[in-house]
C-alpha cells in the first residue's frame, strides 16, 4: 500500500510498485481524462505532470512517484469552473476527436507554468511529442496563448485583490 498525491489529494494505492501511472488513475481512481495510447510513450495522450512537468504516465511506474504531486486534467477545474487552458481549448475548438487533447493540454499547462508568454515555437516544440490527426494545431497554437493570456489577468486580479 501506498500514498499517492493526486490533485491535492492524498489516495491510498494497492498496486504493485512497477504498475505504470496511467493504469492506477484509469482503473483505480477513475481518473479518464489521461488517455492509453500507444503504451510505450510515444504518442502523448496519457501526459499528466507531476511536480510541474509533463509526464508520460503509461511509462512511468508508481514507485517513482512517492512523496509527488499528481495533476491530471480533471485536477485543473471543472465543468462550471474550468482551469484557463481547458477555457481556452473549448473557446478556440481545438479539440476535434479529442483523443490526444486532455495530454496535449497537460503538456501546454506545464509549459506555461514555467513561461508565462511562450513564442509558437516554444508551443510547438513543447507540444512535438504528441501524435494527432484531427489537424486542428493552429487552433491548438491559439488556445495556448489564449490560456497564457487568461492566467495573466488571472494573477493579475490576484495581486491586485491581495494589495487591497
Same mark, same amino acid.
Given at each position: 500500500?501506498?500514498?499517492?498525491?493526486v490533485n491535492g489529494r492524498d489516495r491510498q494505492i494497492d498496486a504493485d510498485p512497477d504498475t505504470p501511472l496511467l493504469y492506477v488513475l484509469r482503473d483505480d481512481l477513475e481518473l479518464n481524462?489521461?488517455?492509453?495510447?500507444?503504451? $510505450?510513450? @510515444?504518442?502523448? #495522450?496519457?501526459?499528466?505532470?507531476?511536480?510541474?512537468? /509533463?509526464? =508520460?504516465?503509461?511509462?512511468?511506474?508508481?514507485?517513482?512517484?512517492?512523496?509527488?504531486?499528481?495533476?491530471?486534467?480533471?485536477?485543473?477545474?471543472?465543468?462550471?469552473?474550468?482551469?484557463?487552458?481547458?477555457?481556452?481549448?473549448?473557446?478556440?475548438?481545438?479539440?476535434?476527436?479529442?483523443?490526444?487533447?486532455?495530454?496535449?493540454?497537460?503538456?501546454?499547462?506545464? $509549459?506555461? @507554468?514555467?513561461? #508565462?508568454?511562450?513564442?509558437?515555437?516554444?508551443?510547438? /516544440?513543447? =507540444?512535438?511529442?504528441?501524435?494527432?490527426?484531427?489537424?486542428?494545431?493552429?487552433?491548438?497554437?491559439?488556445?495556448?496563448?489564449?490560456?497564457?493570456?487568461?492566467?495573466q489577468t488571472a494573477d493579475a486580479s490576484a495581486t491586485q485583490g491581495s494589495a487591497r
Amino acid at each position: 500500500m501506498m500514498t499517492l498525491k493526486v490533485n491535492g489529494r492524498d489516495r491510498q494505492i494497492d498496486a504493485d510498485p512497477d504498475t505504470p501511472l496511467l493504469y492506477v488513475l484509469r482503473d483505480d481512481l477513475e481518473l479518464n481524462a489521461a488517455k492509453f495510447g500507444c503504451g $510505450l510513450g @510515444q504518442c502523448g #495522450s496519457c501526459t499528466v505532470i507531476v511536480d510541474g512537468k /509533463a509526464v =508520460l504516465s503509461c511509462v512511468t511506474p508508481l514507485l517513482l512517484l512517492e512523496g509527488k504531486q499528481v495533476t491530471t486534467l480533471e485536477g485543473l477545474g471543472t465543468i462550471e469552473a474550468p482551469a484557463p487552458i481547458q477555457r481556452a481549448f473549448m473557446e478556440e475548438q481545438a479539440a476535434q476527436c479529442g483523443y490526444c487533447i486532455a495530454g496535449m493540454m497537460m503538456r501546454a499547462q506545464a $509549459l506555461l @507554468q514555467k513561461n #508565462s508568454k511562450p513564442t509558437d515555437e516554444q508551443i510547438r /516544440a513543447e =507540444l512535438e511529442p504528441h501524435l494527432c490527426r484531427c489537424g486542428t494545431h493552429m487552433r491548438i497554437l491559439r488556445a495556448v496563448h489564449r490560456a497564457a493570456a487568461l492566467m495573466q489577468t488571472a494573477d493579475a486580479s490576484a495581486t491586485q485583490g491581495s494589495a487591497r
